[in-house]
């Protein structure tokens, strides 16, 4: 039910990061929760992580843990997801998506931002 539109890809060497942004169009903070979702050449789209709006949480997957962290900013409508330690399995088309409730699924994709890391 929002628009969502991410930036911040690109191409980097092994070992160097990047910040994904993810703008809402509108008060995201009132979903129940808002992630990054990211889909390579020739797989499905895979879970990234994940954070809560009404609730103090965040998840990970477990490809990405201790490397990746999600955060918002409630006033800007905003997620982000740093990318430190990046690896060429990470490259992929990143996507941003809503979670309306906690029975629902994610969706609501904006465009995704490429990101390519170069061994």
């Known amino acids: 039910q929002v628009h969502l539109e991410e930036s911040g890809g690109g191409l980097v060497q092994a070992g160097g990061s990047l910040r994904l942004s993810c703008k809402a169009s509108?008060?995201?903070?009132?979903?129940?929760?808002m992630g990054w979702f990211r889909q390579a050449p020739g797989k499905e789209r895979e879970f990234v992580a994940a954070?809560?709006?009404?609730?103090?949480?965040?998840r990970y997957a477990d490809a990405v843990k201790g490397r990746f962290t999600i955060s918002r900013d409630n006033t800007k409508n905003t997620i982000y997801l740093q990318m430190n330690n990046l690896r060429p399995e990470d490259t992929a088309v990143y996507y941003c998506?809503?979670?309306?409730?906690?029975?629902?699924?994610?969706?609501?994709w904006g465009q995704g931002t490429q990101v390519t890391v170069s061994s």
């Open positions: 998506g809503t979670r309306p409730g906690a029975s629902a699924d994610f969706g609501g």
């Open positions: 509108r008060r995201a903070y009132s979903l129940y929760a």
């Open positions: 954070i809560g709006w009404s609730a103090n949480y965040s």
